[in-house]
């Protein structure tokens, strides 16, 4: 069993970001109040200090107050990935295997465009009403893990590839692990043992 995580592994970005820029593009008056606390919280992500109540509960509102103003979400989701398709990375395309799963922090919603287009049968993530944005469950951290094992069960992961050490928990039921930096990859974790990297 072969698990990735899906921003910044196979997906060159972050790809709700990128997702925020999209819209800003295409509406930066309706969106600017919201853009001091939208990068508030992706720096928080990315360090790793964001909670999931904070997810929830802040930027939450802003999905609900912003997500009731589009009019067809489904379709600007559609016209996202026209575009950023390409940022999918060459490396995972070589290496892909119809048995793969995706566990990501990304919204299902999503995800799952993306997922179908490359050609991914099995995916898990934020689970996010589009509509009225909504925030019923974040994918993050031992979040993954939880929501992993509903859908697999209790089984060791054979390979688990991402791009940040959020992902510890996953790592932990992981044998082999292999960090993702851009297109290099560099295995940490070997025989169920982590293994001393060079810097």
């Known amino acids: 069993m072969r698990v990735f995580d899906f921003d910044n592994t196979i997906y060159d970005g972050e790809s709700g970001m990128d997702l925020f820029l999209y819209f800003f593009k295409k509406d930066p008056k309706g969106l600017l109040k919201y853009t001091p606390k939208f990068f508030e919280g992706f720096v928080k992500y990315k360090r790793g200090k964001i909670t999931i109540d904070e997810v929830m509960e802040d930027y939450g509102v802003i999905l609900k107050e912003y997500c009731g103003q589009v009019q067809d979400v489904f379709g600007e989701m559609e016209t996202f990935w026209d575009q950023n398709m390409e940022k999918v990375k060459s490396f995972y395309y070589e290496m892909q295997d119809e048995n793969d799963i995706i566990v990501s922090a990304c919204p299902v919603c999503?995800?799952?465009?993306?997922?179908?287009?490359?050609?991914?049968?099995?995916?898990?993530?934020?689970?996010?009403?589009?509509?009225?944005?909504?925030?019923?469950?974040?994918?993050?951290?031992?979040?993954?893990?939880?929501?992993?094992?509903?859908?697999?069960?209790?089984?060791?992961?054979?390979?688990?590839?991402?791009?940040?050490?959020?992902?510890?928990?996953?790592?932990?039921i992981s044998r082999n692990v292999f960090m993702v930096d851009g297109d290099k990859i560099t295995q940490i974790k070997k025989d169920g043992k982590m293994i001393k990297v060079k810097a």
Do not use: Q, W
């Open 110 to 172: 999503l995800l799952k465009i993306a997922c179908d287009r490359i050609g991914i049968k099995h995916y898990i993530g934020s689970d996010v009403d589009p509509i009225n944005g909504e925030i019923k469950s974040v994918c993050y951290k031992d979040k993954k893990v939880e929501a992993f094992r509903r859908e697999f069960g209790d089984v060791e992961i054979d390979e688990f590839y991402t791009d940040s050490m959020s992902d510890k928990p996953m790592m932990d």
